[in-house]
């Protein structure tokens, strides 16, 4: 049965933690009095649709139900979680606190809020243990952290289920040790949006050319090692040290304005708004957010491939999904579901097709995933041993398209000491659009020449190979290249 999750308040970072959860397989209930609400989370679950899966090599669960709650009391019945999203008045989150804590007074509360400290939205609490802030960046479905910070009256427990329950859903959560107004990420923001201000004001720069600043030099560092490693690397080889004794004094130059906060007027706004829309007015908001989510998903990707930064979270969020996905013990006697995929923007030619690289990657995908069934995994490999691939013939028999959910099964047609024949099948549903067979050779690595196979290896392996002796012979294995089919 799928779990439910409550989201009070349904603006854009309430409709991005409903997106989040939803796509993680999640049931939700959103209560907004707005009567635009249903259409707002629309497009932003529109939005969400077509990105968070593109992060993901794991095929995500099926989509959970989405309600929308006349009441708070019908939208938290039942819900594990319940994340408060509502405008940042202090007053309003006291009236809907109180209300959630009505009818599930001990369930998770977490809060959006980004100024607020967790004790002042705990004052006059039913139960203030279970409330706590969970402070997310836009787009919620797509950037991972969340600030997690607690009080001294907070559960310690309950802080521990709420951080295990985000990272289920794809999140980072940072936890606080210490409340401070702003927690961590907007203080420092902040920071910088009045020094922007300033040199707006004072003619030195537009919001064009302080956006060029960030994105094009230090934005591009910050975004895959933050701040203080980006100035250790600043440092050369002498590190942290040497940058602080080099840059550090230039910290006492009259020069930063910083603690003082420019005059926030008509005028001051005027122009600000006005060098905006000149920078960004030709897109409509909703395009500058699928441009945002395409930008994104490229670079955590790339960052993905690296295993860094919010691309480690990528990583290890696919490996619990991808845990739950197959038996440790798989059935034997019929070929083995080896991997699930689903077609991504990356994977399309000019056509709308899947690529042909890419069904060779799928192969890889699914022939990798056996031979860590059998044993060769990368701690194998380390060890100096590993299976080559010495051939590979490929049958395109289908069109895979954007979105198509895949699996691939692995079947063994013959094996002995130094030698794995397998046929690989990529399906779309119960039809294959490719066939894959391989040949690989067991090597030490070292030596540069085939070798017998580790006998743990060969004890897993060679038991599926006498199983999968009475399965149906491919009719395409040995076939060559413009072979006539029989």
């Known amino acids: 049965m799928a779990r439910k999750a409550a989201i009070i308040g349904g603006g854009v970072i309430g409709g991005g933690w409903a997106a989040r959860f939803l796509l993680n397989g999640w049931n939700v209930s959103v209560f907004d009095p707005d009567p635009q609400a249903e ?14 899966p593109a992060l993901s090599d794991v095929p995500m669960p099926a989509e959970g139900k989405l309600s929308f709650a006349e009441t708070i009391t019908e939208a938290v019945e039942g819900a594990e979680y319940i994340q408060e999203s509502v405008s940042e008045r ?12 009505q009818s599930a007074p001990n369930t998770l509360l977490g809060s959006s809020t980004s100024g607020f400290k967790p004790s002042e939205l705990q004052e006059n609490a039913a139960n203030p243990g279970v409330i706590f802030v969970a402070h997310p960046f836009n787009p919620v479905y797509l950037l991972p952290l969340a600030e997690v910070v607690p009080s001294p009256k907070s559960d310690p427990q309950a802080i521990e289920r709420a951080k295990e329950l985000l990272r289920e859903i794809g999140m980072f959560p940072l936890h606080v040790r210490k409340e401070i107004d702003a927690h961590i990420a907007d203080r420092f923001l902040e920071a910088v949006w009045r020094e922007a201000l300033w040199l707006v004001k004072d003619g030195i720069a537009t919001t064009e050319e302080i956006d060029e600043a960030i994105r094009m030099g230090f934005g591009l560092r910050w975004g895959q090692m933050g701040l203080f490693e980006t100035y250790r690397v600043a440092g050369g080889e002498a590190g942290m040290k040497h940058f602080m004794a080099q840059f550090g004094p230039c910290l006492q130059w009259p020069w930063t304005k910083l603690t003082d906060v420019p005059e926030f007027n008509d005028e001051l706004v005027d122009l600000i708004a006005g060098q905006s829309d000149a920078q960004s007015g030709m897109h409509t908001i909703r395009e500058l957010e699928r441009i945002r989510d395409s930008n994104l998903i490229g ?26 996905l197959f038996s440790e013990n798989p059935d034997s006697s019929a070929p083995l579901l080896m991997s ?38 990368m701690d194998y490999v380390a060890g100096g041993h590993s299976y080559y691939t010495a051939e590979s013939h490929i049958m395109h028999l289908g069109e895979a398209k954007l ?31 490719a066939t894959i067979e391989q040949m690989l050779l067991h090597v030490d690595m070292k030596a540069g020449k085939t070798c017998a196979a580790a006998p743990d290896v060969l004890a897993r392996l060679l038991p599926i190979a006498e199983a999968h002796k009475s399965l149906p012979r491919p009719e395409s294995v040995g076939r060559h290249v413009g072979q006539r089919k029989a």
């Not at 993905?304 to 845990?323: P, S």
């Open 90 to 101: 202090l007053d309003l989150k006291h009236r809907v606190f109180a209300q959630i804590q």
């Open 403 to 433: 979105g198509d959910a895949l699996t691939g099964t692995c079947q063994v047609i013959g094996a002995d000491e130094k030698r794995l024949h397998i046929f690989v099948r990529i399906l779309k549903g119960t039809e294959p659009v």
């Open 340 to 377: 699930r995929m689903q077609v991504l923007p990356g994977w399309i030619d000019y056509n709308g097709h899947m690529t042909e690289s890419r069904y060779l990657f799928a192969a890889s995908e699914t022939s990798d995933a056996f031979l860590r069934l059998i044993g060769a995994d």
């Open 299 to 324: 670079f955590m990707r790339a960052l993905k491939d690296r295993n860094w930064g919010a691309g480690k979270v990528l990583r290890e969020h696919d490996e619990r999904r991808r845990a739950d």
């Open 39 to 52: 259409r707002k989370i629309g497009e932003v679950l529109a939005n969400a649709r077509a990105s968070l």
